[in-house]
């Protein structure tokens, strides 16, 4: 599985993005998918996840209420909506993909993307 991020950008603080991540592969249907982020100096940390038939969703404390993951399996993509951005969202944004949900939000995935940049300005 190949994975690509995109619809990174600079936002003013109160903004929103839609981050997108699409995947090759006809087996995309099968995967849960994660969003991580890694902030400059801080190490990557979990924001979102969502399995592979869209029942279970997790997010991370620090962006519940604010960001949607979603998927769209016909047409191989995850998403991540992300609403009323704050400066401390400014990271790098990396989507993950594996077999396993439990692995995915463990940040254990098999498969990442190459990510893509999200600056939020004060």
């Known amino acids: 599985v190949q994975l690509q991020a995109s619809g990174g950008g600079l936002v003013q603080a109160g903004g929103s993005l839609r981050l997108s991540c699409a995947a090759s592969g006809r087996t995309f249907s099968r995967y849960a998918m994660g969003w991580f982020r890694q902030a400059p100096g801080k190490e990557r940390e979990f924001v979102a996840a969502?399995?592979?038939?869209?029942?279970?969703?997790d997010y991370a404390g620090s962006v519940n209420g604010r960001f949607a993951i979603s998927r769209d399996n016909a047409k191989n993509t995850v998403y991540l909506q992300m609403n009323n951005l704050k400066p401390e969202d400014t990271a790098v944004y990396y989507c993950?993909?594996?077999?396993?949900?439990?692995?995915?939000?463990?940040?254990?995935?098999?498969?990442w993307g190459q990510g893509t940049e999200v600056t939020v300005s004060s």
């Open positions: 993950a993909a594996d077999n396993s949900y439990s692995t995915v939000v463990s940040a254990r995935s098999r498969y």
């Open positions: 969502i399995s592979w038939s869209g029942s279970s969703i």
